[in-house]
Nanobody
Framework: VQLQAYGGGLVQAGGSLRLSCAAS????????LAWFRQGPGKEREFVVG????????NYADSVKGRFTISRDNAKNTVYLQMSSLRPEDTALFYC???????????????????WGQGTLVTVSS
């Protein structure tokens, strides 16, 4: 499985941005896909995950109500719509895919076997 993340950029606080993650290769092996982020000087942290079939979602508290994940299985693409962005959202955002069955360790970094290259989101105050 290969993942291509894109859509990052510079946005002012309060603004919006949409990230995309396109999967290719053995996409039939994917059970869940998530976004993680790593801010300056911070560890990589879970943002949101979605099951590949069924679309069940799981959000970190810090983004609940501001970020929305969705998927288009026909395009093998997952989207992250981010609104009400804050300077503390500044980070390199990674998409990651899991092939664990069942897809339960949604927030666990080690549950994700495949990783995209990351796309930078910078929120200015």
């Amino acid at each position: 499985v290969q993942l291509q993340a894109y859509g990052g950029g510079l946005v002012q606080a309060g603004g919006s941005l949409r990230l995309s993650c396109a999967a290719s290769g053995r996409t039939d092996s994917i059970t869940g896909l998530a976004w993680f982020r790593q801010g300056p000087g911070k560890e990589r942290e879970f943002v949101v995950g979605i099951s590949w079939n069924g679309g069940r979602t799981n959000y970190a508290d810090s983004v609940k109500g501001r970020f929305t994940i969705s998927r288009d299985n026909a395009k093998n693409t997952v989207y992250l719509q981010m609104s009400s962005l804050r300077p503390e959202d500044t980070a390199l955002f990674y998409c990651a895919a899991s092939n664990e069955r069942p897809y339960q360790r949604v927030r666990v970094l080690q549950a994700y076997r495949y990783w995209g290259q990351g796309t930078l989101v910078t929120v200015s105050s």
